[in-house]
């Protein structure tokens, strides 16, 4: 585990803010007002980025590399060509601090887990001032998060779409845990 460099960091970030947007901040402010007080910190592990406080991920030091299998929360993965892909299970942090959410109805969740991006049927509801290709995230009309994307449309655009036009790209969502349980978790 160690620091990232402040190209992996710009690059983490830039990903990050088209999700949370001015919310990024509160992923790395101090947890109270004291002087050593602890904070949350990004760390690479290979080519994944976990998300984890300080205080652990310097306890984390006195474990050999190879023998440190995970620390915290997996945040994503940087690719092979130096692009920083999220996973899913960074999604109860970015759902936390996101800026736009689009919620689904009920007859929609089962296509999204499964895979699919959403449909202009499967909306509930949208935010009033959602730009096209920004980060949302995809909850239930119950306001559990399923997963994230990115708006094909902005909203002015998707609500005079027809039932069957794309709404919202699918980046990934929580059907990903029992699709890709063999790859999820493992090193590389």
Known sequence: MRPLTEEET????KKLAE???????????PLDSSPNADRYVFRLSGNRVYYSLLSIANAATAFPRDQLLSLGICMGKFTK????????TALPIIA???RNKIWIKP???????????VAKAHVAKLPDEMAE?????????DDVPL????TARSTAEARRLDPTGI??????????YLRDEDTLFASG
């Open 107 to 117: 007859n929609g969740v089962m296509p999204f887990l499964y895979g699919s991006n």
């Open 19 to 29: 999700y949370c947007g001015s919310g990024l901040k509160e992923l790395i402010k």
């Open 81 to 88: 060509t130096g692009k920083f892909r999220l996973h899913i």
């Open 96 to 98: 936390e601090h996101a």
């Open 10 to 13: 710009q690059t983490l970030f």
């Open 147 to 150: 997963g994230f994307g990115i």
């Open 167 to 176: 709404v919202c790209f699918r980046q990934a969502d929580c059907g990903e």
């Open 133 to 141: 290709h920004s980060g949302v995230i995809v909850c239930t009309q």
